[in-house]
C-alpha cells in the first residue's frame, strides 16, 4: 500500500485555503496604503488653504479692477468716449486677468469682453477640482448720486489654477521619490529576512513530493523567530522520513506477503497493490474504478455479503474468508481483513482490505476432507477387519468387518482392551506381545495365527499391526483377515495344482516336475529312466457321437485301466486331452518300449459301450530315454512327442523308440525348426516370390505365370521342397497363402501393363478356411488391381478332401473374375468323380504322366484323354514339366493349351520385385502407398 500524498495545487487535509498574498506583499501592500492615505489627506489639506487663499486674492483684485473701469467708464461717460475703457478691458482680458467683462451705460452704450480659451499646462479637471472660479457680480456706477450704468466683471483663475498645478507637481515628485525609496529599503530587508519562510515553503514541498530529506539552512543573520522555527522543521523532516521509512519497510513486508486494496463506501475500487494484481490476474487500470464485484465468483450467497458490510459500515472490523473469481476463471480463496478507516469526525469514509492467498489451503483441505471420506468408505466397505488402538492398547475404532468378526459392536468394544476381545494362538511370541501386551507395538508385524473370539468361533487369520505416531502420540492399527475359506480353498488348489481331477492322476505340471527330478538323478546318479508320449486314437469320434461328458467318463475309465497295467516303478499323468505321460523309473530303453506295447495292447483291448454301440480306442507311444546326456525335462518331452508323432503317422498302435541320428527324426527335427523359423523369416522379409510361365500352345492366346516361393536363407535361397512339407504339417501353410496372396496383388498393382494372369497355388486349410475368400476381394479392392489377372491353383487331393470348401471358394472366386486350376490332376482314382462337382477353368495334367509319355504309350493315352476332357468340359487343359521340345511338340499335337517346365521358361524372380508394408486394416480409398508387403492376418 503506497503512502497517501496531498494532490499538487490542492490544500492539505486539515490546513486552511493559502492565501493569494504573501507576507512581503502585505507589508508592501500596507506600506503603500497607508503613505497613499497620508498623501491624499495632505494635498486635500494644502489645496483647501491654498484655494482659500486665492480666492480671497480674486475677490481683492475684482473689487480693484471694478473700481478702475468705474472711474473709466465715468470719465468715458463725461467725455462721450468709451475707447480708452474698451482698450483697458481688451488689455486686461488679453493678459488674463479678467475672465468677462460687461458694461451696460444709462445711455445705452454696451459693452462685452470674454476671455478666449488658451491652453493650459494643467488639465481640465484640476481646474475643477481647484474650484477658483468667483461668479460675476453686478456693479452700478454712481458718481455723485447719478447713476452711469452697470457694470459686471469676473476675474480670471487662470495664473492661480497654474500656480497651484506646478506646486502639486512638484510635491508629487517630492513624496514620490521619498516613498519609493522607502518601499526599496523596505523591500530588501524583508527579502533578507523573509528568505528562510522561502526555504521553509521549499522544503516543505520537497517532503510533500516525497524528498524527505529536504532541510533548512539559513544564512546568518535571520532573525532568531525564522531559525527556531528551521529548527524545528528540520527535527520534524528528521522524525517524518524516518517514520515513512519504517512505514515503507513495513509496506514491502506487507505487499509481499498480502493482498492490499481500498476502496470507498459504495464498495469502488480507489487502490490496489501488486500482489493483488499477481492474485487476480487484473491490471491496475482494469481494477481501480471497479466495484468489488469484478472478482465476485458468486460462492457466497446474499445474506453472507449483508453481514460483511453491515459490520464495516458500523465501524467495526470483519474478518473471514472470500472466495473470488480471477480474470482467467480461476477461483481463489483469501483470508481478508477489512479495517474501516475513519476521518476526523470518526465516521468510516473508505475501507482498506487485507487478503492472504489461501487457496492452496482450501486445495488441501478439501483434498484432506476428501481422503478421510475416502478413508472412512474404505475402512466401512473393504472385507478385511481394521481395529485401531490408542495408547494404551484399548480399541478406539472397528470397522463393520472387525464388528463381525470379533462378533462385538463398536460401541461395545470403544475403551476394551485389545487383549480382551479375543484370543490369539499359533501367532508365537511375536504375535502374543502385539495383541496382549498393554502397549501398541513400537514396529510393523505381520503373521498368521488361530483366533478365538468371543462368540466362541475359531478362525484362521492373517494379521499385521503397525503403529501410529504424531503428535497426539502413539497408537497402533490391526488389520485381520480371515483366511479359513482361502486356507481350505489353498488346500484345494494344491491338490488340484498338481492333480487331474477328471482321472485322479497327476496332471502336466506334477508330471513335469517329476520329470525333472528324473532327469537330476540321470545326472547326478548315473541312473537310467524313459519318459512315454501316449495318444489315444479315436477319442475325438467318441466326444462328437456321445457327447463330452461320456468322453469324460471314458478318460476316466482308461486312465484306471492304465494305471492297473503299470508296474509299480511308474508314474502315469494326464497331459492334458487325450494325451498321457508316463515315467518309468529304473527301466531301460528296451523294456520301456515293451511296457509301453503292453500298455497299447491293454487300451486296444478296452471295450466302451453306450447306447448300444460299442467303441474300440488305439493309441500310440513315444518313448525318449532318460539317460546323462539329456539336457532338460522339456527336452525330454519334446523327443517323446516326436517319437509319438512319427509312431502316429505310420499307424494305429505303433510304439517307436526316440533316436537322435535316426534319418527320420533329424528330418523331422528339421522340419520343425523351419516351422518355428518361419514366423521370423516372414518378419524378415526372407521370402522371394518366383515366377513360372505357362506359355499358350496357340499364338496369341493370352500368358499365364505360376507363382513360386523361394526362401532367402543363410545366403542362399532355397527351393519349397522341404519348407512347404513343414509348414503343412504344423498349420502354418495359410499364412504362406496370405502373404503369397498380398505380394501378387501388389505386383499386378504396380504393374498395371503386365496382362498375364498369375495363378497362386492354396493349401487345403486355406481352401477350408471361410474367411479366405473376403480377404481376397478385400485386397482387390484396396489395391484397384482386377479380378480377371489372378488364378489360384488347387491340388486334387486337397480339393477332395475340402469339396464343399472347394466349391464355394471356386464359385465366389469366379464371380469376382478370378480363374481357377485343378492342380495334379489324375493322380487320384476318383478324379473324374470329382470334376463334376469342381467347375474350374483349367486342369493341369499330373507332370508324371508328362515326363513318361515320350516312352510309355499309357502315359500318353492319359494325357491325350484329361486334354480331350478339359475340352469338353469347356476347361483348358495345362501340362507340366515339359522338359524339351519333343514333348512340347507332341503336347501340342494331342490339343494341350498351355504348357509349363524348364523347356518352356525356367523360374524367376519377380521383375522390381521390393517387400510391402501394409496395415492388415487398411481400406481401399487409404491414398497412394509406399511398396512394403506385411503378412495378411
Known sequence: MRPIRSTPGLPLLGLPPRSRLGIHARVV????????????????????????????????????????????AIAGHAQGDYRGLEAHVRAMVRERHLAHVSYAAADGYTLQQRATAASAERPEWFARLAGLSRPPVPHTVTANGVRYGTLIVQPSAHAYEDLLWQLGERLTLL??????????????????????????????????????????DLPPGSPPELGETAHAFNHMGAAVADLLGSLGEQQKALDSAACVTVCDLDGTITHVNDQFCILSGYTHDELIGQPYRIVDSAHHDAAFYDELWQTVAAGRIWRGELCNRGRDGRLFWTA????????????????????????????????????????????????????????????????????????????????VPLKNLARIEGAGEDGQACFLSSTPPTQGRTGSARLHTASGNALDISYSCAPLTGEGGNGAVYVLRDE?????????????????????????????????????????????????????????????????????????????????????????????????????????????????????????????????????????????????????????????????YRAKSEGSGRVLLYEADEVGFRRLEAEMGWAA???????????????????????????HYEVLIRWQRNGTVEGPAKLLPALERYGQAPTLDRWMLEAVIAHLAAHPDDEAVYFINLSGKTVADETFLGTVCHLLDHYGVAGERLG??????????????????????????????????????????????????????????????????????????????????????????????????????????????????????????????VSAGSRPGDGPRPPLLTRVK
Not at 186 to 212: C, N, P, T, V
Not at 349 to 357: P, V
Not at 816 to 827: E, H, I, S, V, Y
Not at 829 to 838: C, N, P, Q, R, V
Open 29 to 72: 501592500g500596507t506600506l503603500l496604503l497607508v503613505l497613499a492615505i497620508t498623501f491624499a489627506a495632505a494635498t486635500q489639506l494644502a489645496l483647501h488653504s491654498t484655494r482659500n487663499s486665492a480666492t480671497a486674492s480674486l475677490g481683492e483684485e475684482a473689487a480693484a479692477q471694478t473700481v478702475v473701469l468705474s472711474e473709466l
Open 792 to 917: 489360384f491353383e488347387v491340388t486334387e487331393t486337397a480339393a477332395v478332401v475340402n469339396l464343399t470348401d472347394a466349391q464355394r471358394l471356386i464359385e465366389g472366386l469366379r464371380q469376382r473374375g478370378c480363374r481357377f486350376a485343378l492342380d495334379d490332376f489324375g493322380r487320384d482314382a476318383s478324379s473324374f468323380f470329382y470334376l463334376k462337382h469342381l467347375p474350374a477353368d483349367f486342369l493341369k495334367i499330373d507332370g508324371a504322366f508328362v515326363r513318361g509319355m515320350l516312352d510309355d504309350n499309357r502315359d500318353q493315352a492319359i494325357v491325350r484323354s484329361i486334354a480331350k476332357l478339359a475340352s469338353d468340359f469347356g476347361m483348358h487343359s495345362i501340362a507340366e514339366q515339359v522338359e524339351n521340345a519333343a514333348m512340347a511338340d507332341l503336347l501340342m499335337d494331342m490339343g494341350v493349351d498351355y504348357l509349363q517346365g524348364y523347356h518352356v521358361h525356367r523360374p524367376e524372380a519377380f521383375p522390381h520385385w521390393e517387400p510391402v508394408r
Open 677 to 703: 523359423d518361419f514366423a521370423q523369416a516372414l518378419e524378415a522379409n526372407q521370402f522371394l516370390p518366383y515366377r513360372q510361365l505357362i506359355q499358350p500352345a496357340r499364338p496369341g492366346a493370352q500368358p
Open 336 to 415: 481478508t481483513t477489512i479495517v474501516p478507516l475513519r476521518d476526523a469526525t470518526g465516521v468510516p469514509h473508505k475501507y482498506l482490505t487485507i487478503r492472504f492467498d489461501i487457496t492452496q489451503r482450501k486445495t488441501d483441505e478439501a483434498a484432506i476432507r476428501e481422503e478421510k471420506a475416502r478413508w472412512q468408505i474404505t475402512l466401512q466397505s473393504i472385507n478385511d477387519a481394521v481395529i485401531v488402538t490408542n495408547l494404551r492398547n484399548q480399541v478406539v475404532y472397528l470397522n463393520p468387518s472387525a464388528e463381525a468378526l470379533l462378533g462385538i459392536a463398536h460401541e461395545d468394544a470403544v475403551a
Open 175 to 216: 513624496l514620490g521619490g521619498a516613498l519609493a525609496i522607502l518601499v526599496l529599503l523596505l523591500h530588501r530587508l524583508l527579502k533578507k529576512d523573509l528568505g528562510g519562510l522561502r526555504q521553509l515553503r521549499a522544503a516543505a514541498r520537497r517532503i510533500e513530493s516525497g524528498d524527505y530529506a529536504a532541510r533548512i
Open 484 to 644: 479359513t475359506e482361502r486356507k481350505k480353498l489353498l488346500d484345494d488348489l494344491r491338490e488340484m495344482a498338481f492333480h487331474d481331477t477328471l482321472t485322479e492322476l497327476p496332471n502336466r505340471r506334477a508330471v513335469e516336475g517329476r520329470l525333472a527330478r528324473a532327469l537330476r538323478t540321470a545326472n547326478d546318479e548315473a541312473r537310467q529312466h524313459a519318459f512315454c508320449y501316449i495318444d489315444l486314437d479315436h477319442f475325438k469320434l467318441v466326444n462328437d457321437t456321445c457327447g463330452h461328458a461320456i468322453g469324460d467318463a471314458l478318460l476316466a475309465d482308461i486312465a484306471q485301466t492304465m494305471r492297473a497295467a503299470l508296474p509299480a516303478q511308474a508314474y502315469l499323468g494326464r497331459l492334458g486331452g487325450d494325451e498321457f505321460g508316463l515315467i518309468l523309473f529304473d527301466t531301460p530303453p528296451d523294456e520301456s518300449v515293451r511296457i509301453c506295447r503292453q500298455l497299447v495292447q491293454r487300451i486296444r483291448d478296452f471295450r466302451f459301450e453306450h447306447k448300444g454301440r460299442r467303441f474300440t480306442l488305439g493309441a500310440c507311444a513315444g518313448v525318449a530315454p532318460i539317460t546323462p546326456a539329456a539336457t532338460t525335462a522339456g527336452e525330454l518331452m519334446v523327443q517323446a512327442d516326436m517319437a509319438c
